[in-house]
C-alpha cells in the first residue's frame, strides 16, 4: 500500500530556507507569494492489510525516524485500493 508522509516545520519555528525562497520570488516578481515553509516529502510503500495499519507503520516510521518531533510535524494519506476500486482511475 503506497503511503505519502508530509513533514513541516511546526509553525513556531523559524525557517529560513522558506525566507530564502520567499525573498527570492518577490526579486523575480512573484509578490503575491506571502511566505513559504520548507518541508520533507516521503512516499512509503508498506505491506499492510488495511489503510489504518499503513497509517499506523508510517506513523510509527514518522515518529522514530522521518520527523523530528521537537520542531517538525507530519501529516500522513494512504492510497487505499479498497476505496477506489477494481479499473477507477487515479
Partial sequence: M????????????????GRTVTEALHSIGHD???DVRQG????LDVAAGTAAEASRIASAAADTLLAN???ESYRIDVDDPAAVGPGAAR
Fill in 40 to 43: 520533507k516529502y516521503f512516499e
Fill in 69 to 71: 518531533p521537537v520542531i
Fill in 2 to 17: 503506497r503511503v505519502r508522509v508530509y513533514v513541516t516545520l511546526k509553525p513556531s519555528v523559524f525557517d529560513p530556507q
Fill in 32 to 34: 503575491a507569494v506571502r
